[in-house]
Nanobody, 122 residues
Framework: VQLQASGGGSVQAGGSLRISCAAS????????MGWFRQAPGKEREFVAA????????YYSESAEGRFTIARDNAEKTAYLQMNRLKPEDTAVYYC????????????????WGQGTLVTVSS
């Protein structure tokens, strides 16, 4: 499985941005696709995830209510719509996929994209 993240950029606080993760390779079946982020000097952290089969979604506390994860089965693409962005959302956002049991557990993901930078200015 290859993952290609795109759509990052710069936005002012309060603004919105949508990032995408296009998957190629084997079919997804029961995979989970997740978004993680890593700010300078910090550990990579869970943001959101979606089960490809069934569409169950999971969010971190900071993302809940502001971010929405969705998927397009035909395009094998997952999206993260980020609204009401804050400067503390500034990070490199990574998409990941795998046969994950616990969607928030970073170590369960097998495949990773290259990351896309999101910068939120105050």
């Amino acid at each position: 499985v290859q993952l290609q993240a795109s759509g990052g950029g710069s936005v002012q606080a309060g603004g919105s941005l949508r990032i995408s993760c296009a998957a190629s390779g084997r079919t997804f079946g029961n995979y989970v696709m997740g978004w993680f982020r890593q700010a300078p000097g910090k550990e990579r952290e869970f943001v959101a995830a979606i089960r490809w089969s069934g569409g169950s979604t999971y969010y971190s506390e900071s993302a809940e209510g502001r971010f929405t994860i969705a998927r397009d089965n035909a395009e094998k693409t997952a999206y993260l719509q980020m609204n009401r962005l804050k400067p503390e959302d500034t990070a490199v956002y990574y998409c990941a996929a795998g046969s994950v049991k616990h969607a928030r557990h970073i170590r369960e993901y097998d495949y990773w994209g290259q990351g896309t930078l999101v910068t939120v200015s105050s």
